[in-house]
């Protein structure tokens, strides 16, 4: 079970500037919880407390039943998708998509088998032996979702992960994403600055503001109420 519990968050960076103030959510498990904001409101600073990227400065973190705080990043059970992809350039689509599990030391046959099924889903299996850099964009973002979803996490993180993308494949990996969050059976916290995105896949938003929580509501209520 991977429901998530923020609890009075706050993270100061070490240069004083304070980013989230006091921030307090519970999230069910299986949610899709959007963020929202203006540039600099913190949403990327709490998607890095949650992954374990960046020390939470005071407050408590706890998934399911455990409090993760001082839970190392690799131990959390958490992948997180970036908009920049963020692949080993040297190393072929296959092997981009490998890493996590062999750093687990997952056994040979069964990171196989998991490549070549999230392959399937994400229709990149032609692309398994090319470098990143003979790959399109689209393609690329295929790659970095498949990195995340073949170690099958309870909780999936993404930061603006198709704002890169052209009108036409953002409209494509949005229907993916979906497909993804219900095959996985995932919590997904998601941070977008596209409407679209934000009501089509949100079970709740929140928005906020200069670090702090300013809303969170379900899409309906959100953007048909006054
Ligand atoms: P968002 O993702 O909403 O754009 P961020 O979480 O990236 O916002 O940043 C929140 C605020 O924290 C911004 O004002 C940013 O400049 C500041 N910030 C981010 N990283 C650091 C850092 N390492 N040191 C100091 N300030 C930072
Ligand atoms: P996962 O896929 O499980 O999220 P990552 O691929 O992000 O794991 O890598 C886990 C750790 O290994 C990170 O600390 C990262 O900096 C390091 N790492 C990953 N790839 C390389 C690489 N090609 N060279 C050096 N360090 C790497």
Same mark, same amino acid.
């Given at each position: 079970?991977?429901?998530?519990?923020?609890?009075?968050?706050?993270?100061?960076?070490?240069?004083?500037?304070?980013?989230?103030?006091?921030?307090?959510?519970?999230?069910?498990?299986?949610?899709?919880?959007?963020?929202?904001?203006?540039?600099?409101?913190? =949403?990327?600073?709490?998607?890095?407390?949650?992954?374990?990227?960046?020390?939470?400065?005071?407050?408590?973190?706890?998934?399911?039943?455990?409090?993760?705080?001082?839970?190392? %990043?690799?131990?959390?059970?958490?992948?997180?998708?970036?908009?920049?992809?963020?692949?080993?350039?040297?190393?072929?689509?296959?092997?981009?998509?490998?890493?996590?599990? =062999?750093?687990?030391?997952?056994?040979? +046959? =069964?990171?196989?088998?998991?490549?070549?099924?999230?392959?399937?889903?994400?229709?990149?299996? %032609?692309?398994?032996?090319?470098?990143?850099?003979?790959?399109?964009?689209?393609?690329?973002?295929?790659?970095?979702?498949?990195?995340?979803?073949?170690?099958?996490?309870?909780?999936?993180?993404?930061?603006?992960?198709?704002?890169?993308?052209?009108?036409?494949?953002?409209?494509?990996?949005?229907? +993916?994403?979906?497909?993804?969050?219900?095959?996985?059976?995932?919590?997904?916290?998601?941070?977008?600055?596209?409407?679209?995105?934000?009501?089509?896949?949100?079970?709740?938003?929140?928005?906020? =503001?200069?670090?702090?929580?300013?809303?969170?509501?379900? %899409?309906?209520?959100?953007?048909?109420?006054?």
């Amino acid at each position: 079970m991977a429901s998530l519990s923020l609890k009075n968050i706050s993270k100061t960076y070490p240069n004083g500037f304070q980013a989230v103030k006091n921030f307090n959510l519970d999230i069910a498990d299986k949610e899709f919880i959007i963020f929202v904001g203006p540039s600099g409101c913190g =949403k990327s600073t709490t998607l890095r407390m949650i992954a374990g990227l960046e020390e939470i400065t005071e407050g408590e973190l706890w998934i399911g039943n455990n409090l993760v705080n001082d839970v190392e %990043p690799k131990d959390r059970d958490i992948a997180m998708v970036f908009q920049n992809y963020a692949l080993y350039p040297h190393m072929t689509v296959y092997d981009n998509m490998a890493f996590g599990l =062999k750093l687990r030391k997952t056994p040979k +046959e =069964k990171i196989d088998q998991l490549v070549q099924e999230a392959a399937k889903i994400l229709d990149i299996v %032609p692309l398994l032996d090319r470098k990143p850099k003979a790959l399109s964009g689209g393609q690329r973002q295929r790659v970095a979702m498949g990195r995340a979803i073949v170690r099958n996490p309870k909780v999936f993180l993404m930061d603006e992960p198709l704002s890169n993308l052209d009108a036409k494949l953002r409209v494509q990996m949005r229907i +993916e994403i979906s497909k993804i969050h219900q095959s996985l059976e995932a919590t997904i916290i998601y941070v977008t600055h596209d409407q679209t995105e934000a009501l089509t896949l949100g079970t709740r938003i929140v928005v906020m =503001k200069d670090g702090v929580m300013q809303q969170v509501a379900t %899409p309906i209520d959100l953007y048909t109420k006054p």
